[in-house]
Protein backbone atom coordinates (compact mmCIF):
# COMPACT_ATOMS: atom_id res chain seq x y z
CA UNK A 1 0.00 0.00 0.00
CA UNK A 2 1.05 3.21 -0.81
CA UNK A 3 -0.79 6.58 -0.89
CA UNK A 4 -1.85 8.20 -4.55
CA UNK A 5 -3.76 10.61 -5.79
CA UNK A 6 -6.76 7.74 -7.07
CA UNK A 7 -6.86 4.45 -5.23
CA UNK A 8 -8.94 1.68 -5.29
CA UNK A 9 -7.90 -1.67 -2.92
CA UNK A 10 -9.29 -4.55 -2.23
CA UNK A 11 -7.87 -7.34 0.79
CA UNK A 12 -8.89 -10.16 2.35
CA UNK A 13 -9.21 -9.96 6.06
CA UNK A 14 -9.99 -13.19 7.72
CA UNK A 15 -11.98 -16.77 7.03
CA UNK A 16 -14.32 -17.82 9.19
CA UNK A 17 -15.79 -21.20 10.02
CA UNK A 18 -18.41 -21.17 7.49
CA UNK A 19 -17.09 -23.29 4.27
CA UNK A 20 -20.41 -22.02 2.43
CA UNK A 21 -20.72 -18.98 0.87
CA UNK A 22 -24.34 -18.20 -0.56
CA UNK A 23 -24.76 -15.27 1.25
CA UNK A 24 -23.03 -11.43 0.84
CA UNK A 25 -23.23 -8.28 2.99
CA UNK A 26 -21.66 -5.28 2.42
CA UNK A 27 -21.32 -2.34 4.79
CA UNK A 28 -20.10 0.96 4.06
CA UNK A 29 -18.59 4.31 5.69
CA UNK A 30 -17.44 7.52 3.52
CA UNK A 31 -15.45 10.63 3.98
CA UNK A 32 -15.97 13.66 2.00
CA UNK A 33 -13.16 16.58 2.20
CA UNK A 34 -12.30 15.36 5.69
CA UNK A 35 -15.36 17.63 6.66
CA UNK A 36 -18.20 14.91 6.65
CA UNK A 37 -17.51 11.20 7.90
CA UNK A 38 -20.55 8.76 7.93
CA UNK A 39 -21.30 5.74 7.61
CA UNK A 40 -20.86 2.14 9.35
CA UNK A 41 -18.48 -0.21 7.92
CA UNK A 42 -18.76 -2.50 10.58
CA UNK A 43 -18.63 -6.53 10.16
CA UNK A 44 -21.47 -6.62 12.30
CA UNK A 45 -23.59 -4.04 10.00
CA UNK A 46 -22.25 -6.39 6.97
CA UNK A 47 -23.14 -9.37 8.56
CA UNK A 48 -27.10 -7.66 9.24
CA UNK A 49 -27.32 -6.24 5.58
CA UNK A 50 -26.64 -9.56 4.10
CA UNK A 51 -28.53 -11.74 6.49
CA UNK A 52 -25.93 -13.60 7.24
CA UNK A 53 -25.16 -15.78 11.04
CA UNK A 54 -22.23 -17.65 10.06
CA UNK A 55 -19.21 -15.86 8.50
CA UNK A 56 -17.06 -17.80 5.58
CA UNK A 57 -14.84 -15.07 4.21
CA UNK A 58 -13.94 -10.86 5.33
CA UNK A 59 -12.75 -8.97 3.03
CA UNK A 60 -12.67 -5.03 2.54
CA UNK A 61 -12.63 -2.49 0.29
CA UNK A 62 -11.12 0.98 0.07
CA UNK A 63 -11.51 4.03 -2.29
CA UNK A 64 -9.74 7.20 -1.90
CA UNK A 65 -9.48 10.28 -4.73
CA UNK A 66 -7.29 12.31 -2.99
CA UNK A 67 -8.50 14.71 -0.17
CA UNK A 68 -11.49 14.59 -1.61
CA UNK A 69 -13.38 11.12 -1.28
CA UNK A 70 -12.78 8.61 0.45
CA UNK A 71 -14.92 4.95 1.43
CA UNK A 72 -14.21 2.10 3.46
CA UNK A 73 -16.56 -1.11 3.08
CA UNK A 74 -16.11 -4.54 4.76
CA UNK A 75 -17.98 -6.81 2.87
CA UNK A 76 -18.76 -10.49 4.53
CA UNK A 77 -19.53 -13.90 2.74
CA UNK A 78 -21.18 -16.72 4.48
CA UNK A 79 -24.41 -18.29 5.21
Same mark, same amino acid.
Given at each position: MGSAIFKIDQEPVTLGPSPI? $? &? &? =??ACSI? *? @?? *? !??GGD %? %??IHAMQKGG +?? &?VGV /??? %? $??? +? @? *? /???? $??? +? /? !? =??
Open positions: F $V &K &K =GEN *L @FG *L !YA %S %SL +IS &K /VDR %S $VTN +I @F *L /VYGQ $VCT +I /V !Y =GE
